[in-house]
């Protein structure tokens, strides 16, 4: 008997150990439970950091940036959501237009004719709805017409983000994630925009494909093109991207930079930008160099208004980036891909070398990559065009051995063709991006590469400034050879360069078309345009 009672109470303090156990770990739990609650209600209640209104074909949405201390920042969209009712009768008035409006591929294809697609759908739809609803007000007719227009010939709510120009970038990483996207003044954000199905991303690559004559399926899953408004886009397919189909779109800056922004937000002096106007004058060759998305081509695009009016500018790209003011003699060309027999593909090497039969006076090469592209460029260089390209390097040493070595394997000797280098660079901490070093190509005897930088200037960290740090050794004594101007003449002609541009930035003269007013009014008659800045 006392064997079984104390077995039985062995049982009991057993059972309760279990129990207490059991409670433990429901505490742990519902502990757990409420401090992710305490997190997402965190999330939630992010402060709002700054808001702006986008306008996307006439609909005004509304952005808010959120976020806090110990809270991850947020892109939030606010465009009007859609009942039920609303979205079924929306289905019924794409039915109809569909059967009523007929577009041609060219209409689709080319920028001014999707505009011309754009009013003949608008004009249909406002019909359509009119018929149906007919004490709708226009606020909500202009809505509906929007996301009509979005849905049928865009990439629905990613139309919103594209009409943003704050953004730099848009991925769509799949349809499990939220969109996400690179803020210019924020970095990148997570937005509350979500794609429904992989099904809804691999059509919005398909109609990517589409407008430029290519096709993304499975067995040619990968999609590099540019949309209509001339944002470059990126596609891959499930199940090269494990995740899900994935697209990221490049921006295309609608307002771009001129020299006065540059100016304003230091990312360069109105010395250096002076004396790049009379290299650029005078028809020397200058390579941009710099890392990854630090600015090479938005200095490029920048600088390339200082050419005069009356010489032929010839450019080669992969995607149409550079935006050029209208008094330029500009003839901009861009490759081709193949289509999906493998033909029809025009490189930037043929594209270079038929430039050189096109009576360029410049020639500016988007992006300097391979060794036939590089051999023609020196080759042009030499033969007395006057050339421009961007190179991806940190500093003008790493320049100098980017360009000796493969891939692109120019000959050293060929180098002091460069007359100026610029070095672009990103401090990803502060987000800000300065020009670095401004340096020029010396011959060098004593070293194994046969050619050296010798650095003009040079970006300081500690003081955020862009000092000078050496003296030209061959610029100016080329410049005296091109134009005959004595050194003090030339300082002069740099110091007049200086006066307009700070008088740009004082009048705030930042548009393409009104800093490309000023070069214009300059190489016309100068003496007039220095009368009326005095």
């Given at each position: ?418 007359n100026l280098n610029l070095v672009m660079f990103r401090d990803r ?106």
């Amino acid at each position: 008997m006392k064997k079984k009672s104390k077995h039985k109470k062995r049982k009991k303090y057993i059972n309760k150990k279990k129990i207490k156990h059991v409670t433990i770990k429901k505490k742990k739990k519902i502990i757990k439970k409420t401090e992710l609650k305490a997190i997402k209600s965190k999330e939630k209640k992010g402060h709002l950091i700054e808001s702006y209104a986008v306008e996307s074909d006439g609909m005004k949405v509304k952005v808010k940036i959120t976020g806090g201390e110990n809270i991850s920042k947020k892109y939030i969209l606010c465009r009007p959501e859609l009942g039920i009712a609303t979205k079924a009768f929306l289905e019924e008035i794409k039915l109809d237009l569909i059967s009523k409006v007929s577009i041609s591929g060219s209409e689709m294809l080319d920028i001014k004719e999707s505009e011309h697609v754009k009013n003949k759908f608008k004009v249909k739809a406002k019909l359509l709805l009119r018929e149906k609803l007919t004490h709708l007000d226009q606020q909500t007719e202009q809505i509906l017409i929007a996301i009509l227009l979005q849905d049928m010939l865009g990439l629905g709510r990613v139309e919103c983000l594209l009409s943003d120009e704050n953004l730099e970038e848009i991925v769509i990483p799949s349809s499990n994630e939220n969109i996400r996207v690179y803020h210019k003044k924020h970095g990148w954000l997570k937005t509350n925009i979500k794609v429904i199905s992989e099904a809804k991303i691999q059509n919005y690559s398909n109609i990517i494909a589409r407008r430029v004559g290519r096709q993304i399926t499975t067995l040619n899953p990968l999609l590099d093109a540019h949309l209509i408004t001339g944002d470059r886009s990126n596609a891959v397919l499930f199940p090269v991207s494990s995740k899900g189909n994935t697209i990221t779109i490049r921006k295309f800056s609608r307002d771009p930079w001129t020299v006065t922004d540059l100016i304003q937000n230091k990312t360069c002096t109105t010395e250096i930008f002076a004396l790049v106007w009379l290299c650029m004058q005078y028809e020397m060759s200058i390579l941009m160099s710099g890392g990854t998305a630090s600015g090479k081509t938005t200095l490029l695009n920048v600088c390339i208004p200082f050419i005069p009016p009356n010489h032929r500018v010839v450019s080669i790209e992969d995607t149409r980036e550079l935006q050029l003011p209208e008094f330029l003699f500009w003839c901009p060309l861009t490759t081709r891909q193949p289509n999906p027999e493998g033909k029809g593909e025009v490189s930037m090497l043929d594209l270079l070398v038929n430039s050189l039969r096109m009576r360029p006076d410049r020639i500016v090469l988007g992006e300097m990559r391979k060794k036939e592209q590089a051999e023609v460029l020196f080759e042009a260089m030499h033969t007395g065009h006057s050339v421009y390209s961007t190179v991806h390097a940190d500093t003008s040493a790493e320049t100098i051995r980017r360009l000796i070595n493969p891939p692109i394997e120019v000959p050293p000797n060929l180098l002091t063709a460069v007359n100026l280098n610029l070095v672009m660079f990103r401090d990803r901490r502060q987000g800000i991006r300065r020009v670095r070093q401004v340096a020029e190509f010396i011959e060098s005897e004593g070293e194994l590469i046969g050619v050296k930088p010798n650095i003009l200037y040079r970006w300081r960290p500690d003081t955020d400034q862009i000092v000078l740090h050496g003296k030209p050794l061959r610029l100016f004594e080329e410049l005296n050879m091109f134009t005959g101007m004595s050194l003090n003449e030339i300082k002069k002609d740099i110091e007049e360069k200086k006066k307009i541009l700070n008088w740009m930035v004082k009048k705030n003269i930042r548009s393409i078309e009104d800093v490309g007013k000023v070069m214009h009014d300059y190489y016309l008659d100068p003496k007039s345009l220095l009368k009326r800045l005095k």
